[in-house]
């Protein structure tokens, strides 16, 4: 449970952003970096419900179970007096409450923030510090970091297994995953990850991890008992974004370089790819929808695409900056 306790935003949505907001279902938010701000997009019409300020420079956003908060994480850093301790705050976390429509809260943490994650009981919030070599642990219910981890070099992304008891961590300065108990919140052993593992996502039965190494142009196939890359499927040249579609036996990758939105099928490793340009950067699949929404790393855009076909169905115009990582409210 979230320390603050207020309506939930299913129920004071309606009043407060309207009721258009009200009746979409899944939301996306998205953090817009340079932008200075995280909006909110009905994923049945594509268009924009509400903008929320107050943050700076936001990358990495979820959302909590229960919808009440958004946490984003920021790439600016404050600049420390001189003697400082390296673990020393001079970064944030900002807690937006969407039914309430601004930032709530802070949270200060060492180092700028790269992705966010977040444990299924909606209390701890992972951020990977790719600067400080290790993730931070925010508590919901006390508003404070409660635990730093040093997990390798340059980490990147966490993902949580649905029970709450483990995650992964990219580290892509050392090819290495991370793997973290959550009971004891100690790193129990390395995985492989390829030669630079940054995005990561986990098959449906959890036996499965999915790493993208982005300047190999690969996604490296991890088993999860082993520890073992059991397969790498080569994809393109600069990757990006990564995420698993509905049917849990496609992923879909961006490649930047080339300008195209790929899908890998899983299942005999034949892939299919359509043309999205300028720099296709972070993607989400919107669960139940059969859409995935790419963003640009050059233009304030986000393509609307069909899973099935790779149709490009819409277009969605951003206020500001561009689009990073997204979180859904379903």
């Known amino acids: 449970m979230t320390h603050f306790r207020f309506l939930s935003w299913a129920a004071a949505v309606a009043f407060t ?9 899944p939301t996306v938010f998205i953090p817009l970096g340079a932008g200075n701000q995280v909006i909110a997009v009905d994923a049945a019409t594509h268009r924009i419900t509400a903008r929320f300020t107050g943050v700076v420079n936001a990358h990495g956003l979820v959302i909590t179970p229960d ?37 709530m809260s802070t949270i200060a943490v060492s180092g700028w923030t790269h992705h966010q994650t977040i444990t299924p009981d909606g209390r701890y919030v992972i951020s990977t510090h790719p600067t400080r070599g290790g993730i931070s642990v925010a508590d919901l219910q006390t508003n404070q970091v409660v635990h730093t981890i040093k997990t390798g070099p340059a980490p990147n992304t966490t993902v949580v297994t649905r029970d709450g008891k483990q995650a992964f961590v990219t580290n892509s300065g050392n090819g290495t995953i991370s793997q973290i108990d959550l009971s004891s919140w100690k790193v129990t052993r390395q995985l492989e990850g ?13 036996k499965t991890l999915y790493a993208l190494n982005a300047s190999a142009g690969t996604v490296s196939v991890v088993a999860v008992d082993t520890g073992k890359v059991v397969q790498t499927h080569k994809l393109g040249t600069k990757l990006h974004g990564l995420d698993i579609g509905d049917d849990g036996q496609t992923l879909f990758v961006t490649d930047r370089s080339a300008n195209k939105l ?67 409210m379903p």
């Open 262 to 328: 790929l899908a890998l099928n899983l299942r005999d490793g034949t892939q299919r790819a359509i043309d999205l340009a300028p720099a296709p950067y972070h993607l989400n699949t919107i669960r139940g929808t059969g859409k995935v929404y790419v963003t640009s790393s050059s233009n304030p855009i986000v393509w609307v695409v069909d899973q099935k076909t790779l149709a490009v169905t819409g277009t969605i115009a951003l206020p500001a900056g561009v689009g990073h990582q997204m979180a859904v």
């Open 17 to 25: 952003l309207g009721s258009t907001l009200a009746v979409a279902a």
């Open 67 to 103: 919808g009440e908060y958004l946490v984003a994480g920021s790439l600016q850093e404050t600049t420390l007096p001189a003697g400082s301790p390296p673990s020393a705050p001079n970064s944030k976390l900002y807690l937006v409450h969407p039914a309430h429509g601004h930032v």
């Open 194 to 206: 390829g030669p630079a593992p940054e995005h990561l996502v986990m098959s449906g039965d959890e």
